[in-house]
């Protein structure tokens, strides 16, 4: 009987900043994933996949030789000091000597997972690595991501067994730029993602990563913080699984980080640990079953400790933890969600079908103020900004997020820890359906939405003081004097 496949390597340590002990994505994320799994009893349940460096050539899938020469260079870097020093050239990473062979590890562990699930050796995967990947692109390692596994996993997956319909899933909050730009040349690939937009105002600044962009990624931005399970069930039960039904793939590697989790520092939103399981479980109802977990971000530990056993035992089949669902669906979420449902309706029978009922529904009960898809982006001067800043190698390299106090962080693990106490526990746990009403128009949610959306959007744009007074903010606070 083929079982759940375990992907962990001792050696993904080796890479660490060696100069600032406060970034959030430090050795210490695999270890305490590791422990956890161990002192539940769950990794002896599982088989264990064998971690092999990645080849060149595997790599060449994704990025350019120019990259591997300048990366291989730090393996003989004289000194920290040195280190920190060639960081500057790149968007929030950091290197040590061995952080390229590390790297290679981590590509490496992605494909054994893969191929595990898409050999049937496994009956489903989770590969546990570092440092993550889904921001990668070409020449560009950028936020923590040196190569990206999941892209060069699928490519590979591909090119080995000659399949057709690769879908990537990526729930970490971060919109993945880097498998969106990496997979643009495939056919073969679909790539589905769930991540924080704010009408652009937040990294990584893309457009591309909104609702109504074209080609082989799906997006569903998000443009407002605090939102939890019944959103992200929502988007999964209304879209995402239906999309993923019709396109019927061979295989699904999902580019799972927690940080869209309860209490994470980066994410800003507040789904729990069980719903990763019934995220988890949904997607495990398509393509038999062959669904591959790789590992991205998550930086709060009580919360990505607790999802990543959640997804664990989802593969495993264990019972999980019923979800209580009782808050309305965010306004601001519902707008994103018709918006993604009426843009792809053109291209998925699935969504033309809910579109065509909720544009019924719309026109019978308000023709006045009928929504318009408002695609919004302010990111522009933020991404060039941000760009002048690499293309001069003047990429900060320290304290980049501020720690949070104590406390606070106390009464983030409080919460978690009241939350697993609750748990009840079904081994046919039903996912409770978000009913598809509550997507329906209303003026009033309509307008919420946008108000809320924009100052979401002012909120978030605020935060770079270098653009204080650029033309934008100032249109959008009202500013008047300024504009000129
Ligand atoms: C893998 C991941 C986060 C990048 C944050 C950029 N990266 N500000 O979660
Ligand atoms: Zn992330």
Known sequence: MSSTGVVYDQRHELHKCLWDETFPENPERLFAVCDRLKNRGLFERTTSIECKPATEEQILLCHPSSLLEKLKECRNAPDAEALENACKQFEEIYLTQDSFDCALLAVGGAIEAARAVATGKCRNAFAIIRPPGHHSYEANPNGFCIFNNIAIAAKQMVKEFDLKRVLIVDVDIHAPQGTLRSIADS??????????YMGGAIWPFMKETNYDYDGNTINVPLNAPGLSDAEYLAAFQHFIIPIAVEYNPQLILVSAGFDAGL?????????????????TRMLMDVA?????????????????????????????GDPLPLLHIHQRLCPTFIESLRCCISHQAKRWKCCATISDLLQQQQTASDSEIASRSLSIFVGQP???????????HRCSTRNWFPVRPREKEEALTKEIEAISANYKLESEPETPLISLEALLFSQETHQKA???????????????????????????????????
């Open 288 to 316: 038999e079953g062959k669904v591959c977990l790789i590992l991205e971000g998550g930086y709060f530990k009580a919360s990505f400790v607790e999802s990543a056993e959640m997804s664990l035992r989802a593969l495993l």
């Open 382 to 392: 933020i991404f060039e900004h941000f760009e002048r800043i690499i293309r001069d």
């Open 450 to 484: 946008l108000i809320e959306m924009m100052k979401n959007i002012v909120d978030h744009y605020s935060r770079f003081e270098q653009l204080k007074n650029s033309h934008i903010l100032t249109l959008l606070s009202g500013d008047k004097s300024k504009t000129g």
């Open 187 to 196: 056919e073969q690939i679909l790539l589905i993602s769930i991540h924080n």
């Open 263 to 279: 209490g994470d520092p980066l994410g800003g939103q507040k789904v729990t640990p069980p719903c990763f399981g019934h995220l």
